[in-house]
């Protein structure tokens, strides 16, 4: 791996190909810790490279567990991370609202590594059990509208970079990589960014993807989801466009509605709070604007503020605590 530090220190990007083989080679194992911070850190230190993305891409999934939906039709709802916002866990509420409304969700996650609440962090506080098996997963989708893939069961080269990015504790590359490796390639995906830099990334390597109708989202105050507190930047595969409040047909928000706890704990209290009818205004305005849009991003017909009324149907029904309920059990 000599030969690609050398090349990132002089801040050169890294082919395709050469990515390729550096993610691979830390993939196998064939790399030691202080070589993974070393490369980690060179690729923090400036923008991210398309070719690098891509690269790393490639060699994820070639090493990923992958997962045959059977024909389902189904949407991922999920963010970079890395903000630095400490947000309540917005996109897994949101997937939960999603599923409540009658769409299949295969939602793709993992721990929080730049804050504590993670989808897997919270999930696990709510009594989830991961699972690679492919059988119970397509029966818990079918049940319960909504099924949940660990990253690190369906990853596992990610077993060799886990430490390493807990011990620097700050946003990386492999941020960037997590949204665009979901196992089962759902038809739909609705991704938040923390920058748009980023978010024009996405957009070139989805644009190859004709399976896949995606929307992207970057709030131009720094959040990798529709925050309300701001103007969104949000791009699909046809146009791009400036999101407003008022375009949800909602409130702009402070961002200190959006504080997420500091442990899992207050996060799931957080997260059974919007689903039983608790939250305040703000958590579950916030809620329906990600899963009104998720919904908008499988029918691009409906208008928006129509899409976010669906979503607070199956929130004040209880459709969206049925669920979860379901996932759990």
Known sequence: ??????????????????????????????????????????????????????????????????????????????????????????????????????????????????????????????????????DTLLRTLDRAGICFFHAPLFHPAMKNVAPVRRSLQVRSFFNLLGPLLNPAKPKYQLFGTYNLEVSRIYDYILQDMTDRDYTIVHALDGYDEISLTGPANVRSRTRQRLLYPADFGLPQLEPTSLHGGDTAEEGRKI?????????????????????????????????????????????????????LKRLVA
């Open 271 to 323: 997260f059974l709070d919007v689903l039983e009818g608790r939250a305040t205004p703000a958590q579950r305005q916030v809620v329906c604007a990600n899963a009104g849009l998720a919904i908008q991003t499988i029918k691009p017909e409906q208008s928006l503020p129509d899409c976010v009324a669906e979503a607070a149907a199956s929130l004040e029904s209880g459709k969206a605590r049925e669920v």
């Open 1 to 134: 791996m000599k030969t690609e530090l050398n090349q990132l220190y002089a801040q050169e990007p890294l082919s395709r190909d050469m990515a390729y083989d550096t993610l691979s080679r830390i993939g196998n194992g064939e790399a030691g810790e202080a070589e993974i911070a070393a490369v980690v850190s060179a690729i923090n230190m400036r923008p991210a490279v398309l070719s690098e993305i891509q690269g790393f891409r490639d060699a994820m999934l070639d090493l990923a567990l992958p997962i045959d939906l059977e024909g389902r039709v189904s949407i991922d709802i999920v963010g970079t991370g890395g903000d630095g916002k400490n947000t309540f866990n917005i996109s897994t509420l949101s997937s939960m609202v999603v599923a409540g409304a009658g769409y299949l969700v295969t939602k793709h996650g993992s721990y929080g590594v730049s804050s504590s609440v993670g989808s897997s962090d919270v999930l696990l506080a709510l009594g989830y059990e991961f699972t690679s098996d492919r």
